[in-house]
């Protein structure tokens, strides 16, 4: 599947690269919103309220607040397994 490629090359390139960039972070938000709209029908932007609480705290607070600090792989596992539990 050329998504999961995607998304193992962005982790890679996180957790590699000598600086932190927000494209883990955009890529995140992508496939966060993505799930939302097809399993919830709802827009973190348009549905705020209803999109934080389905989140979680740690994926809610992640997605508002970009990081510069690099996040462990163990980090990037609890937020992707939050999102797959959406």
Do not use: C, N, P, Y
């Given at each position: 599947d050329a998504r999961l490629s995607l998304l193992e090359?962005?982790?890679?390139?996180?957790?590699?690269?000598?600086?932190?960039?927000?494209?883990l972070h955009r890529y995140l938000s992508e496939i966060t919103e993505r799930r939302l709209v097809?399993?919830?029908?709802?827009?973190?932007?348009?549905?705020?309220?209803?999109a934080t609480d389905l989140l979680g705290p740690e994926l809610a607070g992640f997605l508002d607040h970009p990081r510069a600090a690099r996040l462990s792989l163990h980090q990037i596992d609890r937020l992707l397994t939050r999102i797959e539990a959406l």
């Open positions: 090359r962005v982790i890679s390139q996180h957790l590699d690269s000598r600086d932190v960039t927000d494209q097809t399993k919830h029908g709802l827009s973190r932007v348009a549905d705020a309220g209803a």
